[in-house]
């Protein structure tokens, strides 16, 4: 199993990814480090949801489990984004989940994805979501260790930035430039 790393730079933020690909297994591994390069502190939506967290689904603290959705043309587009409020809203509605990032500061995470079906992929990318940290969209801060984990408002959903790596392509093991 080979990996390949690549570099994606936002705005007040840089995204640093290594995907390694197991094709007998189907399953891609993905390491990350997300730097807040601005002079405010960043909501990192890399920590899942209340839900999974709740119902035991997602271990508090850690990366949750990525979102997924095929986007045609053997295309894989996996993520960590801030989520709206479903419609109709569920009674235990799976509110995002945020690691506040200071200034200057990194953050490193990892996560294994099994690929669904049965048709090898032929590009896979992954998208991180990060937003402006204002007190007034997010709350309950909550301590695992040295992560700490706020709940953001959905409303962040539509103000997020998405920081998305480049095409990866599954067979060749290396990103398209």
């Given at each position: 199993?080979?990996?390949?790393s690549?570099?994606t730079q936002?705005?007040g ?9 197991d ?5 891609l591994?993905?390491?990350?480090r ?12 890399d920590?899942?949801d209340r839900?999974?967290?709740a ?12 979102a ?5 043309d053997?295309?894989?587009e ?5 989520q709206?409020l479903p419609?109709?809203?569920p009674?235990?509605?799976p ?9 200057g ?7 294994e ?5 049965e048709?090898?992929?032929k590009?896979?990318?992954w ?6 940290f ?10 695992y260790?040295?992560v700490?984990v ?7 959903a539509?103000?997020?930035q998405?920081?998305c790596?480049?095409w ?10």
């Amino acid at each position: 199993m080979s990996a390949a790393s690549t570099d994606t730079q936002g705005q007040g933020a840089t995204l640093h990814a290594e995907f390694a690909y197991d094709p007998a297994q189907r399953r891609l591994r993905v390491d990350y480090r997300v730097r807040n390069t601005g002079d405010a502190p960043l909501a990192v939506f890399d920590r899942g949801d209340r839900h999974a967290v709740a119902s035991g689904r997602q271990r508090a603290g850690a990366v949750g489990a990525p979102a997924w959705k095929d986007v045609g043309d053997g295309a894989i587009e996996l993520s960590h984004l801030a989520q709206p409020l479903p419609r109709p809203a569920p009674v235990s509605p799976p509110t995002p989940l945020a690691l506040k990032l200071a200034p200057g500061a990194q953050a490193a995470g990892s996560f294994e994805f099994a690929l669904p079906g049965e048709l090898e992929p032929k590009r896979i990318r992954w998208c991180l979501g990060v937003a402006a940290f204002e007190l007034d969209q997010l709350d309950m801060p909550q301590r695992y260790g040295e992560v700490e984990v706020w709940r953001a408002s959905f409303a962040l959903a539509q103000t997020q930035q998405r920081l998305c790596t480049p095409w990866f392509d599954p067979v060749r093991s290396r990103f398209a430039s």
